[in-house]
Protein backbone atom coordinates (compact mmCIF):
# COMPACT_ATOMS: atom_id res chain seq x y z
CA UNK A 1 0.00 0.00 0.00
CA UNK A 2 1.44 3.21 -0.84
CA UNK A 3 0.66 6.28 1.76
CA UNK A 4 1.33 10.17 0.85
CA UNK A 5 2.71 11.84 3.80
CA UNK A 6 3.26 15.95 3.69
CA UNK A 7 6.58 16.95 4.26
CA UNK A 8 5.31 19.53 6.80
CA UNK A 9 2.32 19.16 8.77
CA UNK A 10 1.96 23.49 8.79
CA UNK A 11 2.84 23.97 5.44
CA UNK A 12 1.92 21.99 2.62
CA UNK A 13 3.83 23.84 0.04
CA UNK A 14 6.43 21.96 0.96
CA UNK A 15 4.87 18.90 -1.16
CA UNK A 16 4.49 15.16 0.10
CA UNK A 17 6.35 11.89 -0.20
CA UNK A 18 5.39 8.27 -0.38
CA UNK A 19 6.15 5.53 2.26
CA UNK A 20 5.28 1.68 1.13
CA UNK A 21 3.18 -0.01 3.78
CA UNK A 22 3.64 -3.50 4.29
CA UNK A 23 3.08 -6.60 6.86
CA UNK A 24 6.02 -5.97 9.08
CA UNK A 25 6.45 -1.77 10.42
CA UNK A 26 9.10 -0.27 12.92
CA UNK A 27 7.79 1.98 15.38
CA UNK A 28 9.80 4.27 18.05
CA UNK A 29 11.04 1.52 21.14
CA UNK A 30 9.08 4.80 23.22
CA UNK A 31 5.78 4.46 21.59
CA UNK A 32 4.65 1.08 23.17
CA UNK A 33 4.24 0.12 26.94
CA UNK A 34 3.32 -3.38 28.31
CA UNK A 35 1.56 -1.55 31.52
CA UNK A 36 0.99 1.47 30.90
CA UNK A 37 -0.09 4.32 33.10
CA UNK A 38 -3.61 5.82 32.47
CA UNK A 39 -2.41 9.37 30.87
CA UNK A 40 -0.07 7.01 27.95
CA UNK A 41 -1.45 7.53 24.41
CA UNK A 42 0.43 5.26 22.63
CA UNK A 43 0.21 1.66 21.53
CA UNK A 44 -0.35 -0.86 24.21
CA UNK A 45 -1.82 -4.56 24.50
CA UNK A 46 -5.42 -4.28 23.29
CA UNK A 47 -5.28 -0.62 22.44
CA UNK A 48 -5.80 1.58 19.25
CA UNK A 49 -3.54 3.98 17.93
CA UNK A 50 -3.28 5.77 14.52
CA UNK A 51 -0.65 5.18 12.29
CA UNK A 52 0.21 8.75 10.33
CA UNK A 53 -0.94 9.13 7.55
CA UNK A 54 -2.22 5.73 7.26
CA UNK A 55 -4.26 3.17 9.52
CA UNK A 56 -5.43 2.41 12.92
CA UNK A 57 -4.36 -0.41 14.26
CA UNK A 58 -4.90 -2.62 17.67
CA UNK A 59 -2.30 -4.80 19.47
CA UNK A 60 -3.09 -7.91 20.00
CA UNK A 61 0.09 -9.64 21.26
CA UNK A 62 3.07 -8.95 22.67
CA UNK A 63 6.10 -11.13 21.65
CA UNK A 64 9.33 -11.52 24.08
CA UNK A 65 12.54 -12.90 23.03
CA UNK A 66 14.60 -15.26 25.66
CA UNK A 67 15.92 -12.12 27.54
CA UNK A 68 12.06 -11.07 28.16
CA UNK A 69 12.56 -8.23 25.97
CA UNK A 70 10.13 -7.41 23.93
CA UNK A 71 10.65 -8.54 20.20
CA UNK A 72 7.87 -8.04 18.33
CA UNK A 73 3.95 -6.46 18.52
CA UNK A 74 1.16 -8.81 16.39
CA UNK A 75 -1.21 -6.27 15.67
CA UNK A 76 -4.76 -6.12 13.53
CA UNK A 77 -5.44 -3.26 11.42
CA UNK A 78 -9.01 -1.77 10.20
CA UNK A 79 -8.34 -1.32 6.78
CA UNK A 80 -11.81 1.05 6.75
CA UNK A 81 -9.56 3.70 8.53
CA UNK A 82 -7.18 5.05 6.20
CA UNK A 83 -6.57 8.83 7.09
CA UNK A 84 -8.94 11.05 4.64
CA UNK A 85 -11.68 7.81 4.30
CA UNK A 86 -14.95 7.23 5.82
CA UNK A 87 -13.99 5.55 8.52
CA UNK A 88 -10.76 7.54 9.72
CA UNK A 89 -13.08 9.78 11.79
CA UNK A 90 -13.01 6.97 14.72
CA UNK A 91 -11.45 8.92 17.66
CA UNK A 92 -8.33 7.10 19.18
CA UNK A 93 -5.73 8.91 21.74
CA UNK A 94 -2.37 8.54 19.82
CA UNK A 95 -0.62 8.47 16.25
CA UNK A 96 2.29 7.04 15.81
CA UNK A 97 5.36 7.28 13.42
CA UNK A 98 6.17 4.18 11.35
CA UNK A 99 8.66 2.39 8.86
CA UNK A 100 8.55 -0.10 6.83
CA UNK A 101 10.72 -3.13 7.65
CA UNK A 102 11.28 -3.70 4.02
CA UNK A 103 12.36 -0.33 3.17
CA UNK A 104 13.73 2.02 5.89
CA UNK A 105 17.45 2.46 5.60
CA UNK A 106 20.07 1.42 9.01
CA UNK A 107 21.41 5.22 10.85
CA UNK A 108 23.39 6.02 13.36
CA UNK A 109 21.79 8.95 15.80
CA UNK A 110 24.34 11.15 18.02
CA UNK A 111 21.99 13.26 20.73
CA UNK A 112 23.45 15.62 22.67
CA UNK A 113 22.72 16.81 26.17
CA UNK A 114 24.32 19.22 28.40
CA UNK A 115 27.79 19.31 28.59
CA UNK A 116 28.09 20.11 32.27
CA UNK A 117 25.36 18.79 35.14
CA UNK A 118 23.64 21.48 36.82
CA UNK A 119 25.98 21.59 40.01
CA UNK A 120 27.21 24.61 40.74
CA UNK A 121 29.47 26.71 42.97
CA UNK A 122 32.95 28.35 43.64
CA UNK A 123 34.53 24.66 45.15
CA UNK A 124 33.44 22.69 42.01
CA UNK A 125 35.86 22.67 39.47
CA UNK A 126 34.25 22.53 35.93
CA UNK A 127 35.91 19.18 34.72
CA UNK A 128 34.17 17.65 38.06
CA UNK A 129 30.49 18.66 36.48
CA UNK A 130 31.42 17.07 32.77
CA UNK A 131 28.21 15.07 31.90
CA UNK A 132 29.49 11.61 30.98
CA UNK A 133 25.96 11.44 29.62
CA UNK A 134 26.08 14.44 26.93
CA UNK A 135 26.56 12.36 23.89
CA UNK A 136 24.69 9.14 23.35
CA UNK A 137 25.17 7.37 20.07
CA UNK A 138 21.90 5.40 19.02
CA UNK A 139 21.13 3.24 15.98
CA UNK A 140 18.03 3.18 14.33
CA UNK A 141 16.38 3.32 10.46
CA UNK A 142 15.17 6.00 8.66
CA UNK A 143 12.90 6.28 5.41
CA UNK A 144 15.00 5.33 2.31
CA UNK A 145 15.03 8.78 0.88
CA UNK A 146 16.92 10.25 4.07
CA UNK A 147 19.56 8.07 3.36
CA UNK A 148 20.29 9.71 0.18
CA UNK A 149 20.42 13.15 1.73
CA UNK A 150 23.66 15.29 1.02
CA UNK A 151 26.42 16.12 3.56
CA UNK A 152 24.71 19.29 5.71
CA UNK A 153 21.19 18.99 5.19
CA UNK A 154 18.86 19.35 8.52
CA UNK A 155 15.63 17.33 9.23
CA UNK A 156 13.44 17.60 11.90
CA UNK A 157 11.94 14.56 13.50
CA UNK A 158 8.77 14.88 15.59
CA UNK A 159 9.20 14.71 19.26
CA UNK A 160 12.72 13.91 18.69
CA UNK A 161 14.61 17.10 17.29
CA UNK A 162 16.57 18.28 14.78
CA UNK A 163 19.55 16.06 13.34
CA UNK A 164 21.76 16.80 10.29
CA UNK A 165 23.89 14.61 8.03
CA UNK A 166 27.27 14.99 9.37
CA UNK A 167 30.53 15.12 7.02
CA UNK A 168 31.42 11.41 8.27
CA UNK A 169 28.28 9.72 7.29
Known amino acids: D ?7 PDHP ?5 TLHMGNVLYIDREDFMEDPPKKFFRLAPGREVR ?17 GEVAELICS ?9 EGANRKVKGTLHW ?3 LECAPAQFRLYDYLLDDRDGEDIDFSER ?21 VGES ?15
Open 2 to 8: EIAMENH
Open 13 to 17: EMGTR
Open 51 to 67: LKGAYIIRCEEVVHDES
Open 77 to 85: VDMDSRSGS
Open 99 to 101: LSA
Open 130 to 150: LNENSLVIANGYIEPALAQAQ
Open 155 to 169: FQFVRMGYFRKDEDS
